[in-house]
Every structure is written in C-alpha cells, then in structure tokens.
C-alpha cells in the first residue's frame, strides 16, 4: 500500500463483480509489473513514461511510483473495476500577493494587491482561462519598496486598480459565468493555507465584505503533494516543481505567474490519478480574537495617517466596536447576524470542537503538521496565531 490512491487498489478489486481466481491473477501480475518497474534503471523508467505519454521529471523515486501508477490503473481499468480517485470537474488555483514590510508586526492588517486565479479543467487536463486583476490597497496605500521588490508591482499600479470589493465582484462574476459557484463542480486550490486562512480572511474583513461561503473550503497542494508521494518535508512551491524535475516559470512572487506554476503542479497530480480532495477549512468563529486585534490595528493605522478624519475610519471603528460586543449579541464573522446563521454557526461548532481541540493542543507546530497524520481527504480546520503566521512568511520571503 502506497498511498492514499493505492491502498485502495486491493478494496476496489475485492468490492468488484470478477470471479476471485481472476482477482487473484490480477494481484499476481501487478505485483510481478511492480517488482520489474522497481528494476528499471532511470532510463528504462523514462523511455516506459514516454511511452506512455507521461511526465519525465523528477527524482527515481518518483518516477517509479508515476509509472507503477499508471500500471495500475490500466490493469484495473482492463477489467471494468475502476480506480477509486475522482476529480472535481474543475480546479481553482489562487495565488494572492499583498502588502507587507520587510518584518511584519503581528498585527499588520495585509492587504491583497494581486487577484489572480488559474481555472483547471480535470478532464482536458489543461489551463482554460485566467483572471487576473491589481487592488488598491486602502490601509496602508503606500507600498513598501520590499513589498514593491518582491512582487514587481507598482506604487502606480495599485493607485489605478479598484478597492478590493469591486474587483471581488468582478471575480465572482467571472466564477459565475465558469458556473463554478457549486463545491462539486470546482474546488479551490491553494499553495499553503496563508492565501485565504491569512490574506483573504484579512481583507474580507477589513474591507466590510462578507466572507464568501466557497472560500471557507479549499485543497492545499502541499498536503496533497506531500501525502502522495509520501514526503515527510514541508515543500514551498519552489520544492514541490524540483521534486517533479520542473523549473519555475514567470516571475517568482508575481500571483498569476505563482498560480499557473501550481496549476502545472496539479495537472500532474491529475494526470497521475493523486487524490485531489478539499482537506482545509476556514472555521471563521476561531477568528473572533484576530478579527479584534486586527481592526484595532487598521484604526489606529488610519487615525494616524488621515488625522482622525474620513469614511474608511469610521467604516473600521464600526467593525472594531461590533467585533468587541459580546458575543450573543453580534456575530463579528459578518455584517448581518442573522438567527440562521447563529444556527449554522453553533451546528459547525458541534462537528468540529474535538478537531479544534486537537489543534489547539499542537498549537506550537507548523500549520501543516496535521496532514502527516491525516488521510488527504480530510479537512483541518486552521488554528493558528500571527506570530506564528510572520515567521512562516518570512521564511517564505527568503
């Protein structure tokens, strides 16, 4: 049993209609089809996926296990019993790029600057469409020159984009005209959690805007990654291509360019039957306490810079004061605090209390350590600080 796709190989065969001697024979000759790939020199392993008209990069060991893979399935797929792995229709892959200093204090409210988003079609196993657009930042609407330098974008082009609600209107429009609103036709693909646990949840906030429902689940690649090919290493993206034997395209840091080299990443996955299931949540009563400390700072951060006066500071003094109400009387996850999503709220709190307290009790690990336990199809919820989440992205702008 190799992974989460094929330990399930020999439950898919057993659960079959095939007489048990033709099981049997079945299992015989994938375990000797194995034992030979397992022999195979790496050349022999790439003229097999050539062949095959699969990928050839990345490391012997992985190359072994993509091509007993593919045996695999068309040895199953020859006698009707088909593999257990399906893919969502598409796959969204999103890559946000926001404000930032070169040390972010734990409670800089980012701002998201760069929008982009890659749509994947699992069944042409290809890119179909792009979107991408530039948000005026309106906290801190002057970029840092290290923010400036890592992401290529400039002072000018923020000052000419929209406010972040727009351009998210904008994309949901887009996502409405892919028709991908519905969780069983697409799902949202992330490189870490920090992209909608961090950024998106941030702005949504900051912003006034209601936290949209598709963006409370989404699929981080490197859970999945690291679970199919059984590494026990925290990748970055960077990472994840090298051990696939690819090499980065674009411009690091630039969110289109990020998004479509995870987007190739994916294809990959997908093209090697890897189970690509939602295994993150965003669970927004968790975030009461980081919602308070951080519009507190964005208040202050515009006291000081528009001397006390202006719409934006009393839309975020507003936010602030309902955030700090008690929480019977205001729901601070939202603007309206409606009795049925009191009663959501409280049925998602009941599901989810033993997985928050495991969590919680790891508080001091790196947030993706849970997968290293868990199958790839569940999904953990995000708990987790902002000191913990500065010193992560630092790392990341290393």
Known sequence: MEGPNSSTWYHDLAQSDLP??????????????????HQMSRGELVANLKENNLHTGGSRDVLVKRLKNHYRVQKLSSVNVLPSVKFAPYYLVVDFEATCNTVNAPDY????????????????????DTFQS??????????????????????????????FETVLRKFEEWMSSHGLHSSHKCILVTDGPWDMAQFFHGQCKVAGVTYPTWAKRWLNIRKSFRNYYKKRMHYNLKGMLETLGMEFEGRPHCGLDDAKNIARILLVLIDEHAPLHINERL????????????????????QKRT???????????????????????????????????????????????????????????????????DPNEDEVPILWTNNKFSALRKQEYV
Do not use: W
């Open 20 to 37: 048990d001697d033709e099981k049997r024979d079945l299992v015989r000759s994938l375990t000797l089809l194995f034992g030979k790939v």
């Open 109 to 128: 409210p980012h701002e998201i600057i760069e929008f982009p988003a890659v749509l994947v079609s699992s069944k042409d196993k290809a890119i179909i």
């Open 134 to 163: 530039y948000v005026r930042p309106e906290i801190n609407p002057t970029l840092s020159d290290f923010c400036i330098q890592l992401t290529g974008i400039t002072q000018a082009t923020v000052d000419a984009a929209d406010t």
């Open 283 to 302: 669970t927004l009563k968790d975030y009461r306490s980081r919602e308070k400390v951080l519009l507190s700072s964005a208040t202050a951060i515009v």
């Open 307 to 373: 001397n006390g006066m202006g719409d934006l500071l009393e839309r975020l003094r507003n936010a602030s004061l309902a955030c700090s109400a008690p929480k019977s009387s205001v729901d601070c996850t939202s603007p309206k605090n409606t009795s049925s999503q009191k009663e959501n709220d409280s049925k998602e709190r009941g599901q989810h209390t033993k997985a928050k307290q495991e969590e919680s009790a790891n508080e001091d690990k790196a947030p993706e350590s849970s997968s290293d336990s």
